[in-house]
């Protein structure tokens, strides 16, 4: 262990300045140096990785160590190789570090997005354009909802399969052209070796044998002479596609344009695959030595593409006289490829600015002639500077989902910005594809807020999409159900392709595990901390730090968007300072903290006198009277006014018409269709019933000074709660419950999360003993049969609470038991 730090700098250089005077490798400097061995592997895989950080956890001698991935899997792969590289140099071990790194670029070259995809992606990144990468492969949504766009490859939503068909047959493409006046060469399929050779004395010698639905350069054989070549060269064609076409060979240098849009972006001047003879080694070491250049690389993960020695490379030598063992005289040039493509090894050089204005013409026309957005012609040509004309340049073919690299990463000249060029052709100047996104956090709240926005926003005719604790929602339709308030379900409702603005319930879970689906959002609600919830659970133990979870939230709102705050929360009102946004917030009074707000000349909302208020500095304005606004019962129900603000106060955030927001607050009404399972009254055989899903201590304690607004004087409960909680805290509901109720029915439903059986009801059973006030306590294996047994115990004139543990099973269940 005594020279372990030395072990690492021989393996990373780099790391020698972080060692430097470090001679103890305790659990800080480990853990520092996980991080700096992981960032320093990530950038050998050219992953965009730079934020790493080490926090404390409960347990001795335990640190959680985070860092930032673009691809989760390779980045994974990074953290676990500096974990082994380090516990092999404490151990004094030898580490093949070199072949562990190359193993780490195959990965990153396997999984991470290839420079075609990569440079439009960074393209849109640079507009705003929110991105999504759907699968493993190529394809990407750029934008959200129904603003939304995608690529895969070279191919965009805009390119048309008609196209795409089209230049797939190349001779179908060269009548195309030659019938708009394009030169092309002459040629026609062959049926076979000897049809082929027929072909070529019809159109003259020397001749280019090729796949008639090939690309990438495969099984292309160019500048054939001999009946022999010419029925190589079919078989090798044939090999790649059933049908083979021959035509005349041009002469001249190979060209790549490429065209977007209607303009020319970029275009190549490519060198089939050679080397160079020095007249010692053989070809095959002159191929080895040239593929480790750094940038040749399988397939088209890298600038350039590896050399191989294939059956074709083998035939071209052939025509030259030589075999891989052949070793070429000094500084004679040997060709392993006749075709110029950077797919089979061929190099590129960038000669954009030297096209004459005629064959930029011609390209636009050549990619219009058959459809498509984006397109790579082969051109070849003596001379491009000069006009495009029968004996300066033909067009050889079009290209589909043409390789971007050759202009991105040329082996010589400027490199062309053809991602930016893509993206601009999808989206006009100033538009991201995005869609207006409402974010709601907090801990009591957020799925009435959630639904209530969702409601307000749909009166301007847009398609909402909204999840929350009950579901996936578009435009009114459930599209899933469940727990739906994780990242998971929210990007569903971003990639929906109908969903014209996105209302998402932001859990604690889903931050902690994923983090958020979305960059930013246009406004960041956040309800409230109070005392927390689910405290003890993924190193969250104090109301301090969900509030740094659930602030995320406010981080994430955009530079032209709202918070929107609950002023009577301290935790929540510290958060603006922490993230400055502009800032609106909501209150049942107007505190203090509103006033100074509005001293600024800020935005705020509260309610006065029975009233909805809306400020803004000076300026006020009576909005609506809370007897207008179904949810709030007149204003009786204070959790369900500051549900009220806090939506109002998001829909005059995104700029809703103010009557809009109006009639969005009178026609939300708390029944069980619209707000189903959060304080829906009911009644049931002369027994007033409230249904409500609260279930922690804020939560029950707003419940019960709700229903303090009921004249009723016999009062039952059903209730339950989810079993991550604390004991203290399971144990204090129950004693509030005890304070209200004559009857409590104890259950235990589907959110038991680890306890043992009973151990719920036993808890808030000890919480309602500790007072004199309920007569009795009944606990029922089972939430419906709790439920019934309850309902079977009232009287008419009574007052029964339902918890809901699953809202949407009650509801249910209630209305067909009881006939609502």
């Not at 750094?294 to 030598?317: C, F, N, W």
Request: with cysteine; proline share 4%.
């Amino acid at each position: 262990m005594s020279n372990w730090n030395e072990w690492l700098v021989s393996w990373l250089p780099g790391l020698d300045s972080v060692l430097r005077g470090v001679s103890k490798p305790d659990q800080f400097t480990l853990a520092g140096l996980l991080q700096e061995i992981t960032l320093h592997l990530a950038s050998r895989s050219d992953l965009k990785m730079g934020f790493c950080k080490t926090v404390p956890t409960s347990e001795p001698n335990v640190l959680r160590v985070i860092v930032q991935f673009d691809e989760e899997k390779v980045s994974s792969e990074a953290f676990q190789l500096a974990r082994r590289m380090i516990d092999a140099a404490l151990s004094g071990r030898l580490f093949d570090v070199a072949g562990a790194i190359a193993d780490l670029h195959d990965l990153a070259d396997d999984v991470c997005l290839g420079p075609s995809t990569r440079s439009m992606v960074d393209a849109a990144l640079v507009r705003g354009i929110p991105v999504r990468r759907l699968t493993e492969g190529s394809l990407v949504q750029l934008g959200w909802g129904a603003r939304q766009k995608k690529i895969l490859a070279a191919a965009t939503s805009q390119t048309s399969a008609i196209a795409e068909d089209i230049v797939q047959d190349k001779d179908l493409t060269r009548i195309l052209l030659h019938n708009v006046g394009l030169p092309v060469p002459r040629g026609r399929p062959v049926k076979s070796a000897e049809d082929a050779w027929v072909a070529a004395m019809e159109l003259g010698v020397p001749v280019v044998v090729k796949p008639r639905d090939g690309n990438q350069g495969r099984g292309v054989a160019l500048n054939l002479s001999t009946r022999e070549q010419i029925a190589a060269a079919y078989e090798a064609a044939f090999a790649e596609s059933d049908s083979v076409i021959v035509e005349q060979f041009a002469e001249g240098a190979d060209y790549r344009l490429l065209v977007i849009g209607r303009e020319l972006i970029a275009a190549s001047r490519r060198q089939p695959a050679h080397v160079i003879g020095d007249g010692l080694h053989t070809i095959a070491e002159l191929v080895t030595e040239k593929n480790l250049d750094p940038r040749r690389a399988a397939d088209h993960a890298a600038a350039l593409s590896k050399i191989r020695i294939d059956a074709v490379a083998l035939g071209v030598l052939a025509e030259q006289g030589m075999t891989p063992e052949s070793i070429p005289a000094a500084r004679l040039k040997v060709l392993i490829r006749r075709n110029a493509n950077l797919s089979t090894g061929g190099t590129a050089e960038d000669c954009t600015d030297q096209v004459h204005p005629t064959i930029r013409d011609a390209a636009v026309e050549a990619a219009q002639a058959v459809g498509l957005d984006i397109c790579g012609i082969d051109l070849v040509a003596i001379d491009i500077t000069q006009p495009l004309s029968e004996r300066n340049g033909v067009i050889i073919e079009l290209n589909a989902r043409p390789g971007l690299r050759m202009h991105l990463y040329p082996t010589e000249g400027e490199p062309r910005a053809v991602g930016k060029a893509v993206i601009d052709t999808m989206f006009e100047q100033g538009q991201n594809g995005r869609i207006p996104v409402v974010a709601v956090t907090g801990v009591n709240g957020k799925t009435t807020t959630t639904r209530f926005t969702a409601h307000m926003i749909a009166q301007t005719g847009k398609v909402v999409g909204h999840t929350s604790t009950d579901g996936v929602f578009i435009g009114g339709r459930m599209i899933d159900s469940g727990d739906c308030s994780g990242p998971k379900s929210a990007r569903n409702v971003l990639s929906y392709p109908i969903t014209e603005a996105a209302v998402l319930e932001v859990a604690r879970g889903g931050i902690l595990r994923e983090g958020l689906a979305f960059d930013h959002c246009d406004v960041g609600v956040v309800t409230n901390i109070g005392e927390g919830d689910h405290l003890g659970i993924s190193e969250i133990h104090t109301p301090e730090q969900l509030a740094e979870v659930k602030q995320c939230v406010v981080a994430a709102v955009a530079a032209t968007g709202t918070a929107v705050l609950n002023a009577e929360d301290p935790l929540v009102v510290r958060m603006v300072e922490t993230f400055p946004r502009r800032t609106l917030f909501f209150a049942l009074n107007e505190n203090e903290v509103i006033r100074q707000h509005r001293a600024a000349g800020e935005r705020a909302i509260f309610a006065r006198d029975g009233k909805i208020v809306r400020a803004e500095g000076a300026f006020e304005e009576v909005f609506i009277d809370l007897t207008e606004v179904p949810l709030t019962h007149g204003g009786r129900i204070g959790f369900q006014v500051a549900n009220t603000l806090a939506a109002v106060g998001a829909a005059w955030s995104l700029g809703i018409d103010d009557e809009l927001i109006r009639q969005g607050c009178r026609s939300f009404v708390p029944s069980f269709d619209q707000n189903s399972g959060r304080f829906n009254v009911i009644e049931i055989s002369g027994v007033t019933v409230v249904v409500d899903y609260g279930h922690n201590v804020d939560a029950l304690r707003a419940l019960l000074s709700a229903l303090r607004q009921f004249p009723h004087e016999r009062r039952l409960v059903v209730y339950s709660t989810a079993g991550d909680r604390r004991d203290v805290d399971l144990i204090e509901q129950g004693r509030l419950l005890s304070t209200e109720f004559d009857e409590a029915w104890l259950y235990e439903g589907d959110y038991v999360r680890g306890r043992e059986q009973g151990e719920i009801m036993r808890l808030l059973a000890q919480g309602l003993e500790s007072a004199a006030r309920t007569a009795r306590v009944e606990c029922i294996l089972g939430h419906l049969k709790c439920v019934d047994l309850a309902l079977g115990s009232a009287r008419p004139g009574d007052l029964l609470m339902i918890q809901a543990d699953t809202a949407d099973e009650t509801v249910q269940h209630l209305r067909a038991r009881y006939g609502l």
